[in-house]
């Protein structure tokens, strides 16, 4: 089952979790390009292993495993699937590895950037500030969604409600008492907090100023040369410019 | 009868066990109450009733039905829960059809729906809202609404969650008044709460949970009076015992829980304070 505790920030003092978010979401992307670039299994396992450097550093591996455990449902489609239309164990393997890549690289991303490092990174590309905290709003409350959606269902289950009888359409429409209440929740909570926004001096000025400012240290340029480089390279080797031996 | 023995629960992706080593007996017609702190795993337990949750380790006997083999389908035509957040449950487009839910969904006829249905809202004052949207009344009328959809098919268990938060004076009262009928019906009935004083009103018997173990069973006196409990709990004393534990009384002091017992007993309180 996916639980979105799994996915999300928790504040820690590591190497990686003081690095500046945009450097952060360069190395994340460069690896989602990476991998969505090559399928040869060897680089793809080059590139797993370089994904668990920010891991390790960051301290997050046990909530990586969590998610890759969460995930495994998605992982044994893919391999399965892939195994099936190929009968190749490599490439549904090499899909395995490249599934892993884009999950790994961007929980390095997510579970040590904290959204309001997200959205000051947005902010600080020009971003109107409605939009840097409508995102801020919208991610901080998927756990509570998360938490309402289980509550709902428990008490409509309390009272008799089977939502995995019926056929498609039954199964549908035994969703309404489950979708009904998660939606009115859902609206009263944004109503409250725009509230609450409005009684704090929400909207006086267009552009509030911030509590701190984000700024590009020694380690941030460390990944950015570290994973720039890693991207030459194997797009090198993708391209046949290169070849790279790895045993 | 409920019956937990040695029952151990884990969230999936959790690394702590939220109920530990629990053994409790809830025998039928006993009126429980479940109290602790916030996260003492007090929601946990009363879900392991009708089979939401299943034990990780141990079992759950309801009125001899091991929880393991039967759906929460089947385990709440006997276990009625009414969970604490009125907006968690309320959905239909009318009082009538909210409350009526729980029966069609056990498959009543329409003519006895109709019938319970009428019969639950004038003994929940709803009559007035029969055709009004629930999702606009207030707060307590709400928290009626949800009780009433699970007293009206009248399950032989009935498990509140915080039942008196958002409740007025008034319909405080006519909870208590509920409870009592429904304790004369002998219903089983546990409640979780944190009001303590609700508990002295109608507990036959209290059971303290802590980080997801039992921490003391006894009766509302034996735990009115252990400040120990009570602070490991985190729960406040209500102001009786905290007045009789203040003047070291040598007389049986856990006799005196409510202001009426306190003024039953006040010259042999006053002559105690003197000597």
Known sequence: MLRPENFIYRPKDTVIHRLDPRSKFYYAFLMLVLAILTIDFNLLLLLLLFTLFPILLGKILKQVLKAIQSSLFFLALIFIINFIFSLNVILALALVIRFLILIISFLAFSLTTSIDDIALSFYK?????????????????????????????????????????????????????????????????????????????????????????LKIKFGDILLFVASTILFIIVLAEILGLVKIAIV | ?????????????????????????????????????????????????????KPTKGEVWVNGKNTKNFTVAELS????????????????????????????????DEKYIENKVNETLKFFSLEKYKEASPLFLSGGEKKRVT??????YEPEILV?????????????????????????????????????????????????????EVLKEGSISDIIYDEETLRKANLIQPIIPQVVTKLKLSISSKKIITIEDFLTNLEIILKNVKT
Do not use: W
Not at chain 1, 136 to 145: D, E, G, K, S, V
Not at chain 1, 188 to 196: C, I
Not at chain 2, 85 to 107: C, G
């Open chain 2, 77 to 108: 035509k006997i276990v009625g829960i009414v969970f604490q957040n009125p907006d968690h449950q309320i959905f239909a487009s009318s009082v009538y059809e909210e409350v009526a839910f729980a029966l069609r969904n056990f498959k009543f």
């Open chain 2, 1 to 53: 009868m409920i019956e937990f023995k040695e029952v151990y629960f884990k969230y999936p992706f959790e690394d702590t066990y939220a109920l530990k080593n629990i053994n409790i007996r809830i025998s039928k017609g006993e009126c429980v109450f479940i109290m602790g702190s916030n996260g003492a795993g007090k929601t946990t337990l009363i879900k392991h009733i009708n089979g939401i949750l």
């Open chain 2, 147 to 152: 009780i009433a959809s699970v007293v009206c």
């Open chain 1, 125 to 213: 590309l020009r971003f109107p500030y409605d939009f840097v905290l409508a995102l801020t709003l919208a991610y901080r409350f998927i756990p509570t969604l998360f938490k309402d959606a289980v509550n709902i269902v428990d008490a409509q289950r309390s009272r008799g409600l089977e939502t995995q009888k019926g056929n498609l359409i039954k199964r549908v429409k035994n969703f309404m008492p489950v979708i009904i209440p998660l939606l009115v929740v859902a609206i009263r909570r944004a109503l409250n907090v725009a509230e609450a926004m409005e009684s704090r001096c929400f909207g006086a000025s267009k552009r509030p100023t911030n509590y701190y400012e």
């Open chain 2, 160 to 212: 509140l969650d915080e039942p008196t938060v958002g409740l007025d004076l008034k319909q405080r009262k006519n909870l208590v008044n509920l409870v009592n009928e429904l304790k004369k019906m002998n219903k089983t009935i546990i409640v979780v709460t944190h009001d303590i004083d609700f508990a002295i009103e109608l507990a036959n018997r209290v059971i303290i949970m802590n980080e997801g």
